[in-house]
């Protein structure tokens, strides 16, 4: 049977069958929202503990706060230190893991199935009554304060940080989860503690279960680790900032800004603007749209940039989402002498897409099936699914959200995609911001017609 | 408690030498499909360092049936998709829905065995810019970013193909020609010197007449020679590197047994009970207690002709490399003369377990089911090796590591480098001899 035609590429089959994970959702006594999934491929368990108030709970002077308040949650519980607490997760082998974004700080702990009533038990001390001892903040905003200053040598993170702050200004959103050298020296055990008083509540969390084992037996490990979680001790709580509820400043950024660099070997990019909210009702557009124009390999910007004129080893967009408005963001880093020409062909494919050069059927096809046809992969381990299940939690979507993943793409047409591009990009009014060799590149510059650029500072 | 815990496979070999591995999982409809060629920047010379991944990147340009990118009918198709280049293999994947299975297979097929007539000139200097790019941007822009090629360096003898990094030289890359080409690929892209697993949701009947539909008539070639080549140490020999870093960091290496060879797992468990974690001896030491480092990192980096064993710890502002590069002295003598407690044995155990477990979770990708039983076949021969390879672990002892620690970290043959700010040459550890790499 050996042989085959190479006179033409094998057609796909019909997409295969393929039942999403069935979540049931429980309410424990104490208020905490639970929901279970059984996942029975390997005798693994993930528990996802998603916590109201992410970096955006931050308030202005105390930028990097909720970040120190997830460090503190494994520096120790009860009779515990920081030490034990780490021997203890390494003797169920435990794979820990915290993540503060924007909106919720998200926990996340897997482990054998045989060790889930220890690991929840752990991760519910950790969590819910963490020490909070004086050295040990001490020594965690140390490290965070010389982490701050290891990322000035990063590029990436530079750019980062300018950029939030450039979209966002003053605004909750405005800055990384590390915060900055100043606000971390105004921050004190005493506004940690404060913090997870009024955050850490049963009301204000979700705790997601998925593992190889029956929704009730599930329930029962929540329950034996987070069912006595009461928090109680304060009458009242301050109210945590949430900073979806804040609207951005319409001021708008600069065009061009610069962190200057000398003597870099390239120029890291980022190219953007505030855009839209996840839990908008034109997502699925917007996916379709992005991964044409730069969220995937075979994306317009990708091939130009990289494959037709090899600026850079890779560029892509995509959205930063969280609740309140969003950025849309190219970013890439590119070959110093190429940046104005990679600057000017990347907005040139973002103006293309609204105007000379809409998306063609074939790209749509190919976008849209890149989507639905990949779907099914996103739900292999234990730990995808309890995360995918988290941000339905975080984003308010309905537990059939997966289900209607994939029609809804299939729906998107051009017409689609041309209305969302023309609605919510905006190339004229994008903010470029470049970390590299500014005197090696000022005067390219210039050609771009996006007026003198801004100087920041790296620390911004 | 032990938990059996397998990797079952079935193998077969075509006729013109190609090894076939399936592995089956039905839990989600997708199949992964894995190649390994056993070549890597350990076959390349000086002079024309970084062809192997430079190799690698003209392998997504398109072959001669499918006369353009390889990424838009896979992407297409719901693939997701990727290769790498290391010293010792190359390796290249998709995962894609079981509907596509056919179409993965043609595309690999088509590169494997009709590369040439696709490879232009044109493509093949732009790919030649795009890796210099890359080049740049992980290791040129990137604070510590050379100091591996520093170290490596210093390891072994400028003909050892390990002396250099798979990236290679700028001046190397950018000296290739496209004539070079055509010899890599007879040489080393052939049936006899390759690898593919289908593992996922697939009968394995099905999975070894798919393959020998696409691959089984692609011309076989001659399995290249093994790489030899040997390196040692003598001394310490002490360096300094000038960096665009704000914080100081040193790095100690020592050479240390090949992947799989005896006292290599006990090396893995060295490095974890060093620098895995707040338990860990020198995590508790140097940034715990006298917070005299910000971090702390020990790996045994494993290959097929000789590993190395790197330490790294960054200076907390104020506190010097030297401070620090004694306590690890202190510390590495200590468990050269007494070795592990058992409780540090009971908990590397128990987290080499976990991670063996965690290792089954995903079909495809790095480090995926289908990537290792590829690994376990090019680099031993026997796709079989999970379990052993656990018990490889379950079997260290607190004499083996001991005398591994003993055996290996020795402070008369190992290189000690000193990464420091541009501006502040006096944060070197003494009598440090300065490099400079491009």
């Known amino acids: ?460 | 408690m032990m938990t059996s815990i397998d990797l079952p496979f079935t193998k077969r070999t075509l006729g013109n030498g190609l090894d076939v591995i399936v592995h089956e999982d039905h839990h989600v409809p997708i199949v992964a499909v894995n190649i390994w060629y056993h070549v890597g920047s350990k076959n390349e010379r000086p002079g024309r360092t970084g062809f192997a991944h430079l190799f690698e990147h003209l392998m997504f340009e398109g072959s001669e049936h499918h006369n353009k990118g390889f990424f838009p009918p896979l992407q297409q198709a719901g693939a997701s998709l990727n290769g790498s280049t290391n010293t010792d293999r190359t390796n290249y994947w998709e995962v894609v829905p079981t509907s596509a299975v056919d179409r993965a297979l043609w595309m690999e097929s088509d590169r494997m065995g009709y590369l040439l007539p696709a490879v232009t000139r044109e493509r093949f200097e732009t790919q030649r810019d795009v890796v210099l790019n890359e080049r740049r941007q992980n290791y040129e822009n990137r604070p510590y970013g050379m100091a591996i090629m520093a170290i490596t360096s210093a390891l072994y003898p400028p003909d050892h193909p390990y002396s250099w990094m798979t990236i290679g030289s700028a001046e190397d890359i950018r000296a290739m020609q496209l004539e070079d080409v055509q010899a890599f690929f007879r040489t080393y892209y052939h049936p006899a010197n390759a690898s593919l697993v289908l593992a996922g949701d697939i009968e394995t009947p099905r999975a070894f007449d798919l393959a020998e539909q696409y691959f089984g008539d692609l011309q076989p070639g001659t399995r290249p020679l093994p790489v030899v080549a040997t390196a040692s140490l003598a001394r310490e020999q002490r360096l300094v590197l000038q960096d665009r870093v704000e914080l100081p960091r040193i790095y100690i290496a020592w050479l240390s047994p090949a992947m799989f060879a005896p006292d290599d797992a006990e090396l893995d468990l060295v490095a974890d009970l060093l620098a895995n974690g707040k338990t860990s001896r020198l995590y508790k030491t140097l940034v715990y207690d006298r917070r005299i480092a910000l971090d702390v990192s020990a790996h045994q980096h494993s290959r097929e002709l000789g590993s190395f064993f790197l330490l790294a710890a960054t200076a907390a502002p104020g506190h010097s490399l030297a401070d620090i590069y004694a306590e690890i002295d202190t510390e590495l003598d200590r468990l050269s003369a007494t070795g592990p407690s058992d409780s540090e044995m009971e908990r590397a155990l128990a987290q080499a377990e976990a991670q063996f477990m965690y290792r089954l979770q995903t079909v495809g990708g790095f480090g995926g089911k289908s990537d290792q039983l590829n690994a376990y076949n090019v680099l031993l021969g026997d796709p079989g090796f999970f379990a052993a390879d656990l018990d490889r672990y379950r079997l260290a002892t607190h004499a083996s590591v001991r005398s591994a620690a003993a055996r290996y970290l020795r402070r008369e043959a190992r290189v000690v480098l000193s990464v420091i700010p541009r501006d502040q040459p006096a944060l070197a550890l003494t009598a440090s001899d300065k490099v400079s790499v491009s």
């Open chain 1, 1 to 460: 049977m050996s042989g085959v035609d190479r006179s033409r590429l094998p057609e796909v089959g019909p997409d295969p069958a393929f039942t999403f994970p069935e979540i049931v959702r429980h309410t424990l006594p104490n208020g905490l929202q639970v929901r279970t999934v059984e996942h029975t491929s390997i005798p693994l368990i993930t528990i996802v503990l998603q916590v109201e108030g992410g970096s955006g709970a931050d308030t202005a002077d105390k930028e990097g706060l909720a970040a120190i308040v997830a460090d503190m949650v494994d520096e120790g519980t009860g009779a515990l230190s920081a030490i034990d607490v780490s021997d203890a997760m390494a003797r169920i082998g435990g794979d820990y893991d915290v993540d503060v974004s924007p909106d919720v700080t998200v926990f996340s702990l897997t482990t054998l199935t045989r060790f889930a009533a220890r690991g929840a038990s752990l991760l519910s001390d950790m969590t819910t009554r963490p020490s909070m001892r004086e050295t040990d903040f001490v020594r965690v905003r140390q490290l965070r304060l010389d982490r701050l200053k290891q990322l000035k040598d990063l590029p990436p993170a530079v750019a980062e940080r300018a950029f939030l702050r450039l979209m966002y200004a003053q605004h909750p959103y405005g800055h990384v989860p590390i915060g900055s050298d100043d606000a971390l020296r105004r921050i004190s055990l005493d506004d940690a503690s404060a913090l997870h008083a009024a955050s850490f509540r049963p009301s204000r969390a979700t705790l997601v279960i998925t593992g190889a084992l029956p929704h009730q037996e599930l329930l029962a490990v929540a329950n034996g680790a987070f069912g006595e979680w009461t928090n109680d001790g304060r009458v009242s709580h301050p109210e945590v900032q949430r900073a979806s509820a804040i609207e951005p400043s319409e001021v708008a950024p600069p065009r061009l800004a610069i962190v200057a660099r000398e003597g870099a070997a390239q120029s890291e990019l980022r190219i953007g603007h505030l855009s839209a909210r996840r839990n908008t009702p034109d997502y699925p557009p917007l996916l379709v749209m992005n991964a044409l124009l730069g969220g995937q390999f075979v994306s317009r910007i990708n091939l130009k940039l990289r494959e037709e004129k090899a600026y850079t080893y890779g560029a892509r967009t995509g959205f930063d989402w969280r609740r309140g408005l969003s950025p849309f963001v190219l970013q890439a880093s590119v070959h110093t002498a190429s940046t104005a020409n990679a600057i000017a062909d990347a907005i040139g494919e973002i103006e293309g897409l609204r105007g000379s050069r809409p998306p063609t059927a074939e790209e749509l096809v190919l976008a849209k099936t890149s989507l639905t046809r990949g779907y099914p992969r996103n739900f292999e381990t234990a730990q995808q699914v309890a995360r995918s299940i988290a941000q339905l939690a975080l984003y308010d979507l309905p537990d059939t959200y997966f289900a209607e993943f994939v029609p809804k793409v299939n729906a998107v047409g051009e017409d689609d995609v041309t209305r969302v591009a023309e609605r919510y990009l905006a190339p004229e009014k994008m903010t470029t911001l470049i970390v590299g060799d500014h005197s090696a590149i000022a005067d390219s510059l210039s050609t771009l017609g996006l007026g003198t650029p801004s100087v920041l500072p790296p620390e911004l």
